[in-house]
């Protein structure tokens, strides 16, 4: 009797794609549906869980990465990320000074011992300039907002340059100092703004999280479950001086605390970068001096 044959090199010679077609079809259905299945669970865990594996793929991010230029990119002077090896967060509050909830945010931040950084809006500041100067002596920090909130992308030159220097004029007569951080109302930019803001001299200031807290619809318990959905370390979360948002607070806080993350402003957090985009931002900041 003949000996079986071995079957292995002539399965070798053929290529895979043919080894698949001459599969019996309901294995090659359940072929392409496991893969699929990996597709989709891949896709819909990076896009609701942010594990980042499309972008942990592109080799162009990958060197930016590698330089720290996603968390601070020089050439724009961009701050878009803290340190991603340190627990903490930078809390940031948008549109103050308002009567109706600073007080309570600060009551709020002095209870649980952090401090946060508030972009405030010129014509607001001269409006509460006591409120502006407690937020300081609180030991927190202003940035600029513009002046009166008005999208920089709708403004010519001449009255965007006016929106940035009016807002730390006002700063200016307050407080005797001028501001050096900014974001622009609504993150409305392209990058002729931001190449404009950059040589004024400011360092723009992204954001990682939103609480969405700017839709008049959301109860403080939402801004606090979307402000804390995705914390990761070096978030940049934005709120904003909302009175809901002051209501939410305790919760953020207390969860942040009970995670291990500690609440600090966003110079801190830029001082607490890696070497390479730390000395980046240093560099810029020594440079408009
Ligand atoms: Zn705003």
Not at 100 to 108: A, D, G, K, P, T
Not at 217 to 224: K, L
Request: proline letters at 6%.
């Amino acid at each position: 009797m003949k000996p079986p044959q071995d079957v292995t090199p002539i399965l070798k010679s053929i290529s895979a794609k043919r080894r698949f077609r001459l599969l019996p079809a309901s294995r090659r259905g359940k072929i392409i549906l496991l893969i699929l299945t990996v597709a989709l669970a891949g896709i819909w865990a990076d896009y609701f869980h942010g594990t980042g594996w499309s972008q942990n793929l592109n080799p162009i991010l990958q060197y930016h990465k590698l330089r720290g230029e996603d968390l601070f990119n020089m050439n724009e002077a961009f701050f878009a990320h803290g340190n991603r090896t340190l627990l903490e967060v930078a809390l940031t509050f948008d549109d103050g000074p308002h009567p109706q909830s600073r007080l309570q945010i600060l009551s709020i931040l002095r209870q649980y011992n952090v401090h946060a950084t508030f972009f405030d809006v010129g014509k607001n500041m001269r409006a509460h300039p006591d409120l502006l100067l407690q937020t300081i002596a609180e030991g927190n920090e202003i940035a600029n907002h513009s002046n009166n909130h008005r999208r920089l992308d709708s403004l010519s030159v001449k009255e965007r340059h006016r929106e940035i220097n009016d807002a730390d004029i006002t700063y200016f007569m307050i407080t005797g100092k001028h501001l050096t951080l900014l974001r622009p109302p609504g993150m409305r930019y392209n990058p002729e703004i931001i190449g404009d803001i950059r040589s004024m001299g400011y360092v723009t200031v992204g954001y990682t999280t939103a609480s969405g807290d700017f839709d008049i619809a959301s109860s403080p318990d939402t801004i606090a479950n979307k402000t804390l959905h995705w914390i990761q370390n070096g978030s940049i979360l934005l709120l904003h001086d909302y009175p809901e948002t002051a209501i939410a607070l305790p919760r953020i806080l207390e969860t942040l605390r009970a995670r291990g993350f500690r609440c600090v402003t966003v110079s801190e957090m830029l001082d607490h970068l890696p070497d390479r985009p730390r000395n980046a931002a240093v560099e810029f900041q020594n440079s408009k001096q």
